[in-house]
C-alpha cells in the first residue's frame, strides 16, 4: 500500500468535542483551586501574587487547552495502517511521526472511556515491546474494524484481542 496523503485517515470530527469536555473539566479544578488561593488571601493573608499567578496560570490553561488546542490536535491526527507498518502523525507545535512495523505489534485493543462513550467513540491501542500506541477517538465502528486489521497484520492471536 502506498503512504500518499490519500491513505492517510483521519480520527473522528467530534474528538475536539471530548478533549475540550475533559480539558473543560481539568480547568474547573483550577479555577477552584484559583478561589481557594482568593480565599486563603482573604483569610491568612497569603500573598496576592500567588492568587493573580493562579488565576493566569487557569486562564492560560482555558483558552489554550479548552479552546485553541483540541481542534488544531484534530486537523494534525492522522493515521495510516499498511500492510508492514502502522504510521501516526501527530502535534500541534511539534509534529511527530510515528512508524510501528507490525512484526513488532504483540497486543491490540478498544478502549473506551465515559466521556468517549458518552460520544459513540473508542480508541485503539497496540503495545509493542518498547511501549504503547494509541490511535485515539474513532467511532466504535471504525476503531472495531481498525483493531480486527492490525491484529489480523500483526497475526495476534484473537485471544489476546
Request: zero cysteines; a positive charge; charged letters at 25%.
Amino acid at each position: 500500500m502506498d503512504k500518499n496523503e490519500t491513505f492517510w485517515q483521519r480520527i473522528d470530527r467530534r474528538a475536539p468535542r471530548v478533549w475540550r469536555l475533559v480539558n473543560g473539566i481539568v480547568s474547573a479544578v483550577l479555577w477552584l483551586a484559583v478561589a481557594g488561593g482568593v480565599v486563603l488571601h482573604l483569610m491568612a493573608g497569603m500573598p496576592r501574587i500567588i492568587v493573580w499567578l493562579l488565576a493566569a496560570g487557569a486562564l492560560l490553561h482555558l483558552v489554550i487547552e479548552v479552546f485553541i488546542l483540541p481542534e488544531r490536535s484534530w486537523r494534525r491526527w492522522r493515521y495510516f495502517i499498511g500492510e508492514d507498518e502502522i504510521h501516526l502523525r501527530y502535534g500541534v507545535l511539534i509534529v511527530k511521526q510515528t512508524v510501528i512495523p507490525m512484526v513488532r505489534v504483540q497486543h491490540v485493543d478498544t478502549k473506551q472511556g465515559p466521556f468517549l462513550r458518552r460520544y459513540g467513540l473508542a480508541s485503539v491501542t497496540f503495545s509493542t515491546a518498547a511501549g504503547s500506541h494509541e490511535i485515539p477517538a474513532l467511532s466504535v465502528e471504525i476503531a472495531d474494524e481498525v483493531r480486527d486489521v492490525i491484529a489480523r497484520l500483526a497475526r495476534v492471536s484473537d485471544e489476546d484481542v
